[in-house]
């Protein structure tokens, strides 16, 4: 089902971004991916049953949160209702941090609502993810590496989302 989905919302972009030029295409491509009207969002770690790093999730994850409260991107989940109609609607970054055997691996998406218009369906799907791989057994090299992910997340966010957000602080 996943797959289906995921399918379709790539037939769906390609098919409206046709007849556009190249800056045209990635604009409409960003805005699907990242435009949340600067709403908050909520966080999710994720833990690998695998993995013999729990610490160094909770560290990552920690660094996630401190740079979403610094963007004033960030909302915790029992505020959610503050802003969404439900559960389902509340837009999140999900985040993998760990160590598998050598490799480390550190995933960072972002998921929303998004509709199906051919089956006037909404559901929630993953809208932009980022997946390094690496062998470095090294805690600070692999935060390092997590903090420049977590920071092209945060940038693109708020560069998508720039009219929206400066409209939203722009009374704070």
């Known amino acids: 089902m996943k797959f ?3 399918f379709t919302l790539a037939l769906v972009l390609a098919g409206t971004t046709l ?3 190249d800056d045209e295409a990635q604009a409409h491509v960003e805005m699907f991916q990242l435009f949340n009207e600067c709403r908050p969002i909520a966080m999710l770690v994720e833990y690998s049953e695998e993995g013999t790093s729990d ?10 949160l401190n ?19 439900n559960v389902w ?7 993998l941090a760990g160590m598998v055997a050598d490799v480390h691996v550190i995933q960072i998406k972002l998921r ?7 089956m006037n369906k909404a559901g929630s799907a993953t809208t932009w993810d980022r997946v390094i791989y690496g062998q470095s057994d090294s805690a600070s090299f692999i935060k390092q590496q997590a903090s420049e992910v977590i ?17 939203r602080w722009k009374d704070e």
């Open 112 to 118: 929303k609502q998004v509709l199906d218009e051919q």
């Open 4 to 6: 289906l989905l995921t």
């Open 67 to 85: 740079r979403l409260r610094a963007a004033r991107i960030f909302i915790p989940w029992a505020s959610w209702l503050d802003y969404y109609k």
């Open 55 to 64: 610490g160094l999730t909770t560290e990552v994850g920690a660094i996630l």
């Open 151 to 167: 920071d092209e997340f945060i940038s693109e966010y708020l560069r998508v989302n720039e009219k929206a957000c400066s409209e």
């Open 19 to 21: 007849g556009m030029d």
């Open 89 to 95: 609607d509340v837009p999140h970054v999900s985040l």
